[in-house]
């Protein structure tokens, strides 16, 4: 029989908990990557009114799923003009556990691609994964959002962090820096070396969410960045909800209002990255380009009178990279890759020269659940 | 199956599959073919389009997960564009 792309319809939730059931069985697909089984969206569902949500797709063979996708509709401005995009995230298909299903995956991206062509991806985990991989073969341009990192307590990250846990001379080599106090003057010397003085007369305060006077900076923003997802109060405040744990900061310098910034500070557990360390993340942020050191240092600085161990975020744009690296931070391999189907990388010509002027970090993801 | 058809995929295919042209048969498929997984399957689907000059629509993509059905399908698209 041949294989359906539709809408997840509630009479279907049997059916995709059987097909995650096959993926647990067959091959130890880790439940992250299991389709949801509910078919309204937790995280943005469609709502009356609302431009931002989500849509689930299943590939139903008679009455069986085998595989499924999410299409997040959102709001961007490209060169400083409304542009609706469509991200294409969470696909999973009985491929990875079935060979006899390789095709369901193409099946699946074509098929989002004829509903909506102005799709993009992002996150992905690499570009060696088969994701990218297809994308790339497709003829989507990719590129990685780059990762950046700041150690505030080198012991416990020369203890804790994965890379340094990898092998078992790595290992020794750490808890012998961790323990003797190398790493930590190395780390700190590195930390200060590169740390630009923090500016004075800078005003931080932690609030409760977004209002409708912060929609004057989104105005202004837009317009300076190639491609910006829409960061207005009512969108921000669905993104980044008070029930949920994000820390929102607003920036000003001389009473005037200069940026935000979207924080997490969470503590791991035997996290498979981090270990137990506790994170600092800097999610999301606005501003224009030059008031960006501003802000991530003050988001640098929030989290750090926090006792975060580490802080880490991905930036797109190079003057909110350059900002981190003013303030300390060192810049490593990113997982984190986005990538434009052909119609949407041609608004963005010459994609090559014009992808770090595009603005993306974790908050244009998949939602809490990977932040 | 020696048709003209089945011999020009079958080198399309055991190109991108890195294997011999003589492991590819009608009956080959991604079950019995270790690297044709979905990566390969869709440079398969990518070459064939390129080299016979014909769309294939997401429905027809995972129904070719075998020589023999890609050869139908190929033979219908090439007799439907004339």
Same mark, same amino acid.
């Given at each position: ?23 647990? +069985?067959?091959?130890?697909?880790? /439940? ?49 003009? /409304? ?35 102005? %799709? ?39 203890? =804790?962090?994965?890379? %340094? ?14 323990? *003797? ?12 070396? #590169? *740390? ?15 209002? =409708? #006077? ?19 109060? *009512? ?87 350059? +900002? ?20 949407? +990388? ?26 | 199956?020696?048709?003209?058809? &089945? ?40 070459? &064939?389009?390129?080299? &016979? ?30």
């Amino acid at each position: 029989m041949a294989i359906a792309i539709q809408p997840y319809g509630a009479d279907l939730i049997p059916a995709v908990k059987a097909f995650n059931q096959r993926l647990a +069985a067959g091959g130890g697909v880790a /439940p992250e990557f299991h389709f949801p089984e509910n078919n309204i969206p937790h995280w943005l569902p469609q709502l009356e009114g609302r431009r931002i949500h989500q849509e689930y797709y299943l590939a139903v063979d008679g009455n069986c799923v085998r595989g499924g996708f999410i299409l997040k509709y959102q709001d961007f401005f490209l060169h400083g003009k /409304p542009q609706p995009l469509v991200y294409y995230h969470l696909p999973v298909s009985e491929g990875i556990i079935n060979k006899a299903y390789a095709g369901v995956g193409v099946h699946m991206l074509r098929s989002a691609l004829k509903l909506q062509p102005m %799709l993009f991806a992002l996150g992905m985990g690499g570009f060696d994964r088969p994701l990218p991989q297809m994308l790339k073969a497709m003829g989507w341009s990719l590129c990685a959002v780059p990762f950046y990192f700041r150690v505030n307590h080198p012991a416990k990250f020369l203890r =804790e962090v994965a890379p %340094l846990r990898e092998t078992k001379s790595r290992r020794l080599l750490a808890a012998l820096a961790a323990v *003797t106090g190398v790493g930590w003057a190395g780390i700190k010397l590195t930390n200060s070396l #590169r *740390t630009s003085s923090s500016e004075r007369g800078l005003f931080v305060e932690q609030v409760e969410g977004f209002t =409708e #006077r912060d929609d004057d900076l989104w105005k202004q923003c837009r317009e300076h960045y190639i491609l910006i997802a829409d960061r207005a109060c *009512t969108t921000l405040n669905l993104l980044y909800p008070r029930s949920k744990n994000f820390l929102c900061i607003k920036v000003s310098r001389a009473s005037r209002f200069i940026g935000w910034a979207v924080l997490l500070d969470t503590q791991m557990r035997d996290n498979k990255y981090f270990g137990n360390m506790r994170l600092g993340s800097i999610v999301d942020c606005l501003a224009l380009p030059e008031n960006a050191l501003a802000v991530m240092q003050a988001a640098m600085q929030f989290l750090e009178q926090r006792g975060v161990d580490l802080i880490i975020s991905n930036q797109s744009h190079h003057a909110w990279g350059g +900002a981190l690296k003013s303030s300390g931070f060192l810049e490593t391999r990113s997982n984190f890759i986005f990538g434009a189907s052909k119609p949407l +990388a041609e608004l963005l010509s010459p994609f090559q020269n014009n992808q770090n002027q595009v603005f993306l970090n974790r908050g244009d993801g998949d939602g809490p659940v990977n932040l | 199956m020696n048709s003209p058809l &089945f011999e020009r995929v079958r080198g399309i295919a055991a190109d991108i599959l890195g294997v011999g042209p003589s492991q590819i048969m009608p009956q080959s498929s991604s079950e019995n073919i270790e690297t044709w997984d979905s990566v390969h399957h869709l440079n398969l689907i990518l070459a &064939f389009e390129q080299e &016979f000059g014909v769309q294939l629509e997401p429905e027809e993509i995972d129904q070719m997960n075998n020589v023999e059905r890609i050869i139908r399908i190929l033979e219908q698209k090439l007799n439907h564009h004339g």
